[in-house]
């Protein structure tokens, strides 16, 4: 077993990419080898990002020069459709891969080319690809060399349905999915409707037609509970930097304890938090840490159930769940360079 490991990032300048180096700045087992941008090679990361003056020593650059080969392991923290270019030389080269993005997230490769609109160009890899929530596929995920790390609206909403689905509590075919995401789930690039006149005061829904995560969801729930499911998603965009707020609706069909069966299912889980009955968990509350807080309610005692899910889209969402992944690939602690106090308010 390593007990350092050397780790590239491809894509260090986006929000997820620079979350990564935030994290793993503390990270005692991790040696920082190479950092990309095409845009900003030879910049030295600390001038472009102050925060971490003092605690990352490297330039970025570009990742056609860069020494990834010579890693244990590199993170794709950039657009869809670039780390199915690269992983299967690094994956020849020894180098294991987590990807942030969705190359290879959705096992079928003719559903995955119809939402992301291009073609992929090694459909073997996904096959072998190891969705990446620890708190489903942990032991998978120890021996994976590619790991597909999930969206951040799936987190959050496969992460309140699934106790509902395994146990079969729920009506499969009538789940709903109403999910708030902050602006930085948008990226860090120069687009008008994350601007700060557009987006600031203002709150609207978008993809009700079809979000690309709809199928990704839908994989990890059908998986859950055994057949395909009804899934209507509707995201929003609301005038917050980071947080995903997810509210799940779905129609009971068994009775039970509906507190003691999610306190149980992530009794051992490190990242999810069952709150108290009754609770109404705010995206505060996890900001700038790997946390997914949970609430379940059944509004006036009738035959739906209510899931409050809030995570850090970055963080859970992102970034932090790819570090937790990394943690199980090299046999680290789990809560490796993740033990932090969010941020409130
Ligand atoms: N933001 C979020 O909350 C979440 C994002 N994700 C996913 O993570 C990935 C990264 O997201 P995010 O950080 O927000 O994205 P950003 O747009 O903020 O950053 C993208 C990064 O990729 C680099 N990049 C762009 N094109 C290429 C290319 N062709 N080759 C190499 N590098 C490239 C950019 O740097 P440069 O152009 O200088 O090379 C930049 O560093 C995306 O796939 C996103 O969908 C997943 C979960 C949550
Ligand atoms: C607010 C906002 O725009 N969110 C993004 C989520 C993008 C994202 O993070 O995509 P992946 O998780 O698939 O990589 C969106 O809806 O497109």
Redesign the pocket.
Known sequence: MLNQVKVGI??????????LLRLLALHPNVTLHAI??????GMRVADMFPSLRGRIDLA?T??AQADLKSCDVVF???????AMQQARELLDAGVRVI????DFRIKDVAVWEKWYGMQHVCPDLIAEAVYGLPEVNRAAIKDARLVA????YP?AVQLGFLPLLEAGIVDPDHLIADAK??V??????AETHILFAEATDSFKAYGVGGHRHLPEISQGLASASGHKVGLTFVPHLTPLV?G?HATLYGTIKKETDLQQLFEDRYADEPFVDVMPKGAHPETRSVRGANICRIAVHRPQGGDKVVVLSVID??VK???GQAVQNLNLMFGFEERMGLEIVPLSP
């Open positions: 491809v894509g260090g300048t986006g929000y997820t990419g620079v979350e990309t941008s095409r845009g900003e090679a970025f570009d990742p794709f923290a950039t657009p869809n459709g670039i990807d942030l993005a969705a790390n999930p969206g951040c987190t995401s902050g930085s789930g948008a990226g860090r690039k980071r995903i889209n970055l969402g992102a970034a």
